[in-house]
């Protein structure tokens, strides 16, 4: 199987199965110079690691990351320095549970990529999904903790804004908020809502899709080009990329359908320091496919889990017809974990961008 690689210049490839003995990456392209130590990389996959609350999955996993190359250590002994080699990155399976899915062996899980995986490789790994299952994502966002790194001053950071058809209110958005609860929530007050709203879904044995947003600030001025490296392409690219995603929207997004030209329009002035101003950001930070220096904002749909306790119709790989329900330790709803991987995706496609308008125009550094 090939397409296991994305970006041009900051390459990441991923390897590893779901319920294999480990999983990794392989960051190539990683600028030499770059200082890091290995809790950094950790606290970001601590973010993602399953089995912290009860409205996600309960496989335990630490998810401890060994860095086995490209990187030389600091006096300090805790400082990594990356040597613009490949960094290679490993993090073992510790709580895989292959006897969960023995049942489904032969049978197509319905809204999952069983059947479509099995149509175009003849062979699927069905415990747990193999390289179709979101544990791949694990891999993701330790080179996003690199990708960090490499565009000074840049800030990437995420939240669950809806679950079902359950939204936050804007007018209470507080970053501060995101890490203090287990949905990563920007507004408290949505939080008991959405914790009652999960129990009933999880105690059904069923689950739900949400919307998270994902905002980029530091990014400088000038990444992109206006055609086929356009940067919301490419990050629309990389969200959709994510297990479950369905759609990715930039700045307003399906919203500026709606919009007249007089208010879509990112009107501007010249600020008092000489530096221009925007008096708005519908368009989230790129312009003709180029960033212009605003925050960059990117929305993206999740599905509901398709792995679910309820019975629904299906068929098998010998052509019968079958009722499949899944059993297993499931996210009722996945959304939630996805937050740090749209994190670690838009961090990896703004460093890509990066290197390769600094080798183009010399501008970034």
Not at 15 to 42: K, M, N, Y
Not at 157 to 170: F, M, S
Not at 255 to 280: C, K, T, V, W, Y
Not at 318 to 335: A, Y
Request: proline content about 5%; aromatic content about 6%.
């Amino acid at each position: 199987m090939s397409y296991n690689t994305f970006g041009h210049l900051f390459r990441v490839t991923t390897w590893g199965e779901s319920h294999g003995p480990a999983l990794g990456c392989v960051v190539d392209g990683c600028p030499p110079g770059l200082r890091f130590t290995l809790a950094e990389i950790q606290a970001w996959m601590d973010k993602r690691k399953p089995g912290q609350s009860r409205f996600v999955t309960q496989r335990r996993e630490d998810d401890i990351v060994k860095i086995l190359s490209g990187v030389m250590m600091d006096a300090d002994g805790e400082t990594m320095i990356s040597t613009g080699t490949p960094i290679s990155m490993l993090i073992e399976n510790t709580d895989q549970r292959s006897k969960d899915y023995g049942e489904i062996a032969r049978s197509y899980r319905p809204g999952h990529a069983d059947f479509a995986y099995d149509l175009k490789y003849g062979i699927r790994d069905y415990r747990g999904g193999g390289r179709s299952s979101a544990r791949e994502t694990a891999a993701r966002v330790a080179a996003g903790a690199i990708a960090r790194k490499v565009v000074p001053g840049m800030t990437v950071r995420a939240a669950l804004v809806q679950i079902g058809k359950h939204k936050i209110n804007r007018d209470n958005w507080d970053w501060g908020q995101v890490n203090e609860n287990p949905f990563f929530c920007p507004d408290p007050e949505m939080v008991p809502v959405w914790e009652t709203y999960l129990d009933g879904i999880r105690k059904a044995g069923s689950s739900i899709g949400a919307i998270v947003e994902v905002v980029a600030e530091g990014v400088p001025a000038g990444l992109g080009a206006p055609i086929y490296a356009k940067l919301d392409q490419e990050i629309a690219s990389g969200l959709m990329s994510i297990n479950a995603v369905k759609a990715v929207e930039i700045g307003d997004g399906f919203a500026a359908a709606e919009l007249s030209g007089e208010d879509n329009a990112d009107q501007m002035r010249m600020g008092n320091d000489g530096q221009p101003i925007f008096l708005s950001n519908h368009s989230g930070g790129i312009l003709g496919g180029i960033s212009t220096g605003q925050p960059i904002v990117a929305r993206f749909a999740i599905k509901p889990t398709s792995s679910i306790l309820s019975e629904r119709q299906s068929i098998d790989a010998d052509g019968n017809n079958v009722d499949v329900r899944t059993k297993g330790r499931h996210d009722p709803c996945v959304g939630i974990r996805a937050v740090p991987i749209g994190e670690a995706m838009m961090a990896c496609t703004i460093a890509d961008h990066f290197l390769r308008d600094r080798g183009q125009t010399g501008k970034t550094r």
